[in-house]
């Protein structure tokens, strides 16, 4: 009995660990360092787009190129187009936030998957940002700065060690739902050379690498 019961607070305590929020050591900082110096400015970045996942027993594997743009309007385009040349994707944003669905192939029509793949370059360019929302945070140990702010179902965290941006996560209360690891940022402000995209829920991922500005679309 004594042992079942030695079992059972060991498996409680261990529930209870699993569930706490990984942001709840997390210290309120006040800071004029504001993650939307990180905000990209660029005319044009085309990625090699690997996607990799699974789902039950079945996994899959995606490659294309992900062109973003910015027109002289403010208008951002994300198009996602496999080897072969036909569109995947084409979503726009307009300079107010309006995000439309300009093209959508048939398999990735479905109202879950636009609104995750919407929320993953949202995140990137840091578009539609409540930045009135904005509180800094730090570790009670450690450098790394992290800028919150408040969006639909959570929160999405803006992490940086000194002046370079090392990820983005987005959270609810409880856990961590997605991770963007970005490296190797080509110029001050620009868009990174390498970005992974991590759906730790929907257990699947989207590695971005940059290629040549020139590459025939």
């Given at each position: 009995?004594?042992?079942?019961?030695?079992?059972?607070?060991?498996?409680?305590?261990?529930?209870?660990?699993?569930?706490?929020?990984p942001?709840?050591?997390l210290?309120?900082?006040?800071t004029?360092?504001?993650?939307?110096?990180f905000?990209?400015?660029?005319?044009?970045?085309?990625y090699?787009?690997?996607?990799?996942?699974?789902?039950?027993?079945?996994?899959?594997?995606?490659?294309?190129?992900?062109?973003?743009?910015?027109?002289?309007?403010?208008?951002?385009?994300?198009?996602?187009?496999?080897?072969m040349?036909?569109?995947?994707?084409?979503?726009?944003?307009?300079?107010d936030?309006k995000?439309?669905?300009?093209?959508v192939?048939?398999?990735?029509?479905?109202?879950?998957?636009?609104?995750?793949?919407?929320?993953?370059?949202?995140?990137?360019?840091?578009?539609?940002?409540?930045?009135?929302?904005?509180?800094?945070?730090?570790?009670s140990?450690?450098?790394?700065l992290?800028?919150?702010?408040?969006?639909?179902?959570?929160?999405?965290?803006?992490?940086?060690?000194g002046?370079?941006?090392?990820?983005i996560?987005?959270?609810?209360?409880?856990?961590?739902?997605?991770?963007?690891?970005?490296?190797?940022?080509?110029?001050?402000?620009?868009?990174?050379?390498?970005?992974?995209?991590?759906?730790?829920?929907?257990?699947?991922?989207?590695?971005?690498?940059?290629?040549?500005?020139?590459?025939?679309?």
């Amino acid at each position: 009995m004594r042992r079942f019961l030695t079992l059972n607070s060991l498996f409680v305590l261990l529930l209870i660990t699993s569930c706490s929020s990984p942001y709840k050591y997390l210290i309120e900082q006040k800071t004029s360092q504001s993650a939307i110096r990180f905000e990209p400015v660029f005319e044009k970045a085309i990625y090699r787009a690997i996607v990799d996942g699974g789902v039950l027993f079945k996994k899959y594997h995606i490659s294309g190129l992900l062109i973003i743009k910015q027109l002289e309007n403010g208008t951002k385009r994300a198009v996602l187009q496999n080897e072969m040349g036909p569109v995947m994707f084409d979503f726009e944003w307009q300079s107010d936030g309006k995000f439309t669905v300009l093209q959508v192939m048939s398999q990735m029509n479905k109202e879950a998957v636009i609104k995750t793949l919407r929320k993953d370059i949202e995140m990137l360019l840091m578009i539609g940002l409540d930045r009135g929302t904005e509180i800094s945070y730090k570790q009670s140990r450690g450098e790394e700065l992290y800028n919150r702010f408040n969006i639909a179902g959570g929160y999405v965290y803006y992490i940086s060690k000194g002046q370079e941006l090392v990820r983005i996560e987005n959270a609810n209360n409880r856990k961590t739902i997605v991770t963007v690891n970005v490296s190797d940022f080509d110029t001050d402000k620009g868009l990174p050379e390498k970005v992974l995209i991590d759906h730790h829920k929907a257990n699947f991922t989207i590695s971005l690498n940059k290629l040549e500005s020139d590459v025939n679309e």
